[in-house]
């Protein structure tokens, strides 16, 4: 089988000459058709400028310096802005956390949602109107004919939520890519939501590419985690082996710093040292060192590779069995 | 039994919706008829979902806001009704921190001038006893020393809340109130403030009332808790009692919503709410009534007064009832 989209030694750089920081560093991971895939990372880990770069969109100040991009193996890098626009909204959809500002303040839901499958379907109005009013009654809308008709500002955040994903799937999009979907919602809102996306994914059989910080999300969602640290993947594994046994020190660091639902306030929570390192020149070695508690007598410092050890699972590090970190 | 630090006596607040043409004009009831007591040295949690009136308590509670009916005591004295004058008096004994670090906090000001500026303006102590009390707070919430002459631009996000902690601190307050402190911040430094915020509270005696609506940190940073729903409380009590027992078909809806990356809940049985947040008919009725799954024709008019069940107080038990282990709701 073909990957569906595969990164390939991704590298993104922001500013120029001195002040250059490579925010992504050499990251490569596949996502494979019908697999919902969480990439999960801390602000700066450089999980939300990938996504951004598979669409095409990264800010002006950032640009790919090296790596490659295939979807059904095609480069996207290296693809003419009209091939790109083929795909973009057709093959490969996209929902952003930023619900207020993702859509169109001044036209109609019912605008909005037909603008993209007239111009990438060639649907007439009304056909495309009827699709719309179709998706939206599938991602949960009552009355979506009224809902057709309203402006965002009308309607609550899980309501624009689910308008974003109905959009995005007009076209039956081989790829969605979900970049913090439920960070704006309220607890129960986001479970909602949570059910939509992965009924949604089954029915379709769709894949997902489901960028977050909370490792929670990733448990509910995704099949297979990816956790960025510092611009680098450090650890790759079905979600299950992630959260059983999690091998790298960084992502056992974030498990146990996260109070547990069920965690009272007898057992100390385990902090981690120190912030996020900054990305500028050359960086050797593990990036996590300076913050890991297993830092004094690892045999993986100076040689940080990303390294097979179990079947699917990848890691820079190998600390499975280790006991638990204390506070 | 000791006496409680804080008190609030069926607080109520209404506020006018504005834009409407009617001649009384609409209201909106943000918190209503809600009391809760907190105890020395302890911290109460308040959790619940945007809107749900959380964040106008605590500005009551700091005399922000007065309250349209009920009353509010501190160490036994009536504050909400205090003048301006008495206020700002009583003001060194309770402080608040708020979730923004970025913008409660002068870009122009060097955070020692921050940290001096309460101190001052209380007139608690001269210049050389303002500086050394200065140095002491930054020790305490973990800063070096080098950083007192930095803009709070040049700190990151968990450092200025350090800085808003330690400026709450500066008065030697004993009620801390803290609207959502760590959720702007990472999951790594989430931790760091919740430990320090503890620490302090063991070392000073601190009492906190804790907004939050990250479960997890609520139940590891209080004794108590106060659910709250469409401005009332619907269930309150020791939070283990509260999150590892709920009652109220509300808590447990919020905690099976709650995304986790334990292994063993993930498949647990779940509430689920139907729909969004919307008003119940009749004036007394349960107000989870429009999307409770286990509503009944008695929700009508009984869902509203608190009510003793196993060690809680809480609008409707039906959790209880049901049973929580054989476990109500649907696996996700």
Redesign the interface.
Same mark, same amino acid.
């Given at each position: 089988m073909e990957p569906l989209l595969q990164i390939d030694n991704l590298e993104i750089t922001f500013g120029r000459g001195k002040d250059a920081s490579r925010a992504v560093d050499g990251v490569s991971f596949c996502v494979w058709p019908g697999e919902v895939l969480g990439v999960v990372g801390?602000?700066g880990s450089g999980k939300s400028v990938t996504a951004l770069s598979v669409m095409g969109l990264l800010s002006r100040q950032g640009r790919v310096t090296g790596g490659k991009i295939l979807f059904q193996g095609k480069d996207l890098l290296t693809m003419t802005p009209e091939t790109l626009d083929t795909l973009r909204g057709v093959e490969i959809g996209m929902i952003f956390q930023d619900i207020m500002y993702s859509l169109n303040p001044v036209l109609t839901i019912g605008k909005q949602m037909t603008e993209g499958m007239r111009r990438h379907l060639r649907m007439d109005a009304a056909a495309a109107s009827a699709r719309a009013v179709e998706l939206l009654t599938r991602t949960g809308i009552r009355d979506a004919a009224q809902v057709m008709k309203k402006y965002p500002h009308q309607l609550?955040g899980?309501?624009r939520q689910r308008v974003m994903i109905a959009m995005a799937l007009a076209c039956r999009p081989k790829l969605l890519i979900a970049d913090e979907p439920t960070t704006a919602l *309220?607890?129960?809102?986001?479970?909602?939501i949570?059910?939509l996306l992965r009924g949604l994914q089954r029915e379709t059989g769709m894949a997902i590419l489901l960028i977050t910080?909370?490792?929670?999300?990733?448990?509910?969602l995704a099949d297979r985690a990816v956790v960025m640290y510092a611009g680098q993947c450090v650890e790759e594994a079905p979600v299950?082996e992630l959260?059983?046994d999690p091998a790298h020190a960084y992502t056992r660091?974030?498990?146990q710093?996260?109070?547990?639902?069920? *965690?009272?306030?007898e057992k100390?929570?385990?902090?981690?040292?120190g912030?996020?390192p900054e990305l500028y020149g050359d960086i050797r070695g593990c990036r996590f060192a300076e913050?890991c508690a297993y830092a004094a007598d690892c045999a993986y410092k100076n040689d940080a590779a990303m390294r097979q050890i179990a079947g699917k699972h990848y890691s820079r590090c190998d600390l499975r069995g280790e006991a638990t970190l204390l506070? | 039994m000791a006496e409680p630090v804080l008190e609030l006596r069926n607080v109520s607040r209404r506020y006018r919706v504005s834009g409407e043409k009617s001649l009384f004009g609409k209201t909106f009831d943000a918190v209503r008829d809600v009391s809760l007591k907190v105890m020395p040295g302890e911290t109460f949690g308040i959790v619940g979902e945007s809107g749900c009136g959380k964040t106008t308590l605590a500005r009551m509670i700091m005399c922000l806001e007065r309250p349209s009916s009920g009353e509010i005591w501190l160490h036994g004295r009536r504050i909400d009704n205090l003048s301006e004058s008495a206020r700002r008096a009583l003001r060194p004994r309770f402080q608040m921190v708020f979730q923004d670090s970025g913008s409660s906090l002068n870009p122009r000001k060097r955070v020692e001038d921050i940290l001096r500026e309460p101190m001052l303006y209380h007139h608690v102590g001269d210049a050389k006893q303002v500086d050394g009390r200065v140095d002491a707070l930054m020790d305490m919430v973990g800063l070096p020393l080098e950083m007192k002459k930095r803009y709070p631009h040049e700190f990151s996000g968990g450092q200025r809340q350090r800085v808003c902690i330690a400026r709450a601190l500066s008065l030697n307050p004993d009620v801390l109130v803290l609207d959502e402190p760590v959720s702007a911040l990472d999951v790594s430094v989430q931790a760091q403030i919740l430990n320090l915020l503890r620490d302090l509270q063991e070392k000073m005696g601190l009492t906190y009332v804790f907004i939050g609506h990250g479960l997890g940190a609520v139940h590891y940073m209080s004794h108590q808790i106060a659910v709250m729903y469409m401005g009332r409380v619907v269930e309150t009590g020791p939070s283990d009692t509260l999150f590892n027992r709920p009652a109220h078909p509300y808590t447990k809806a919020l905690l099976d919503a709650a995304p986790t990356a334990d292994d063993t809940l993930r498949n647990r049985k779940r509430v689920e709410l139907s729909g969004e947040i919307e008003e119940a008919d009749g004036e007394a009725s349960c107000p989870l009534l429009p999307r409770c799954p286990f509503s009944r024709e008695n929700c009508r008019h009984d869902g509203l007064t608190l009510k003793e069940a196993d060690g809680r107080m809480t609008a409707c038990a039906r959790i209880l009832e049901l049973d929580g282990k054989q476990a109500c709701g649907s696996t996700f």
């Open positions: 801390e602000s609550s899980g309501m *309220d607890v129960t809102i986001q479970m909602q949570m059910q910080h909370d490792l929670g999300i990733v448990a509910e299950h959260l059983t660091a974030l498990m710093a996260v109070p547990g639902l069920h *965690d009272s306030r100390r929570l385990y902090s981690i040292p912030r996020v913050r506070g | -």
